[in-house]
C-alpha cells in the first residue's frame, strides 16, 4: 500500500499519511551516509591494525639487522684469529681482514653506483608537467592545443619523433 493516495478508515480516525519520496530520498541518503562512516570506520580499525602489525615487522627486521651487524664485527675478528693461527703475525691478519672489508665495501659501492646509473627520469610525468600550464589555459573547456598522444604495439608516440616506453 506504499503507492496508495490515502486510506479510508472507518473507526473516525485520520487517515495515514504515507511518506512523501522527498523524505524517503532523504532517509536513504542519512542511511546511506551512516553505511559509508560505518564502512570507513572498518576500515580505519583495520588498517590500524595492519599498521601496528607492519610498524612491529620492521622493527624486527631492524633489530635483525643489527644482530647480524654485530655477527659479522665477530665473524671478522674471528677470521682475523683464525689467520693468527695459521701463522700470520698478529697485526699481519688484522690487516688482511681489514683489507678485505674495503675490498667488499669498493664493489658493493660499484654496484650501487651502476645500479644508480641505471634509474630512468619519469618521463611521462615530466611531459605531463610540461602541458599542465597549457592545459589549465584553454580557451574553451575541451579544446586541444595539442594532439593525443598514440599507442603503437607498447610504445607512447609523443609530438614528433620522442616516444618512449609505456
Not at 602541458?131 to 607512447?156: F, I, K, Q, S, W
Request: hydrophobic share 50%; net charge neutral.
Amino acid at each position: 500500500m506504499a503507492h496508495s493516495v490515502s486510506q479510508i478508515r472507518t473507526d473516525g480516525a485520520s487517515p495515514a499519511v504515507e511518506p512523501s519520496i522527498g523524505t524517503l530520498v532523504q532517509s536513504a541518503m542519512a542511511d546511506v551516509s551512516t553505511l559509508v562512516r560505518n564502512e570507513i570506520e572498518l576500515a580505519k580499525a583495520e588498517i590500524g591494525a595492519s599498521a601496528k602489525k607492519g610498524g612491529i615487522g620492521a622493527a624486527s627486521f631492524a633489530a635483525a639487522g643489527v644482530f647480524a651487524a654485530f655477527a659479522g664485527i665477530f665473524f671478522f675478528i674471528a677470521l682475523a684469529e683464525l689467520l693468527t693461527w695459521v701463522g700470520l703475525a698478529r697485526w699481519i691478519s688484522y690487516a688482511v681482514v681489514f683489507l678485505l672489508l674495503i675490498a667488499l665495501a669498493g664493489v658493493a659501492a660499484l654496484v650501487g653506483m651502476k645500479m644508480i646509473k641505471k634509474i630512468e627520469k619519469p618521463e611521462r610525468t615530466i611531459e605531463s608537467l610540461k602541458e599542465l600550464p597549457e592545459v589549465m589555459h584553454r580557451e574553451a573547456p575541451g579544446a586541444r592545443h595539442r594532439d593525443v598522444p598514440t599507442v603503437n604495439e607498447g610504445r607512447v608516440e609523443l609530438h614528433g619523433n620522442e616516444s618512449y616506453r609505456v
